[in-house]
């Protein structure tokens, strides 16, 4: 099980011993930076051109930024074994604030009151397993994109290169 510990040795040992782990962690982290950069490059586009108009596509859009983002979360917070006291009291007041769940919420995501080890099992489990969520997700999303009839997602002008019979 891991544990505080293990969590900065494992991070020594895939960047010393195992072959090109220094780039598999660099790749892993800034592959992932660049992937949220697209993200918002591809929400700006959609705001330009106000997608958000299309609400069952725009909606599916959000939920995969928020699972991206929990995704990048839990994945920041599972080498490092800890986080800082104000991330955790921001998101500890945020679920706390959910009426009749949020107690139970943060206790759960938290496995106690603390970071330790029952949250570092969590988070390793969600890491590995919402990127699968966010995949359905997209399906879902390309689904509802299909279905308003998208089929020039960059809004280029498909007649730019002919020559008008009358002119």
Known sequence: TPDTAMAFSSVAHICRDVNYGWLIRNMHANGASLFFICLYAHITRGLYYGSYLYKETWKTGVVILLLVMMTAFVGYVVPWGQMSFWGAT???NLLSAIPFLGEILVQWIWGGFSVDNATL?????FHFLF??????MVMIHLIFVHETGS???????????EISFFP
């Open 151 to 161: 089929h020039n997602p960059a809004g280029l002008n498909w007649g730019m290169d």
């Open 121 to 125: 099992t969590r988070f390793f489990a």
């Open 90 to 92: 921001v998101i500890t």
């Open 131 to 136: 990127p699968f969520v966010v995949a359905a």
